[in-house]
């Protein structure tokens, strides 16, 4: 069984950045791929952003702006945010699923979420 904890949400005022963490309790994250997700409320969930060891995904909603990244030896995987809009306010959430195909956006495990906030 895998955990996720996502951490490093909050209230950034628009144009600021933010950059979530989200620590896996694996052996090593590096036999996975990891995505970000978000839901804003009244609205569905959207993926965001992807990463394996061959590929990485973005939404057009983030591309340019956000940075899907990771570090194996601590097996977190980060979302860096930059130029941050209201309508980025959301709950943002971290996702896994093992190997290397992620791009249907169908994960296994996923994080308890954290809260990101834009003022405008």
């Known amino acids: 069984q895998v955990q996720l904890v996502e951490s490093g949400g909050g209230l950034v005022q628009a144009g600021g950045s933010l950059r979530l963490s989200c620590a896996a309790s694996?052996?090593?994250?590096?036999?996975?791929?990891m995505g970000w997700f978000r839901q804003a409320p009244g609205k569905e969930r959207e993926f965001i952003a992807g990463?394996?060891?061959?590929?990485?995904y973005y939404a057009d909603s983030v591309k340019g702006r956000f940075t899907i990244s990771r570090d194996n030896a601590k097996n977190t995987v980060y979302l860096q945010m930059n130029s941050l809009k209201p309508e980025d306010t959301a709950v943002y959430y971290c996702?896994?699923?093992?190997?290397?195909?992620?791009?249907?956006?169908?994960?296994?495990?996923w994080g308890q979420g954290t809260q990101v906030t834009v003022s405008s």
């Open positions: 996702a896994a699923i093992l190997g290397v195909k992620y791009r249907s956006g169908i994960f296994d495990y």
């Open positions: 694996v052996r090593t994250i590096g036999s996975y791929a």
């Open positions: 990463h394996s060891w061959s590929d990485t």
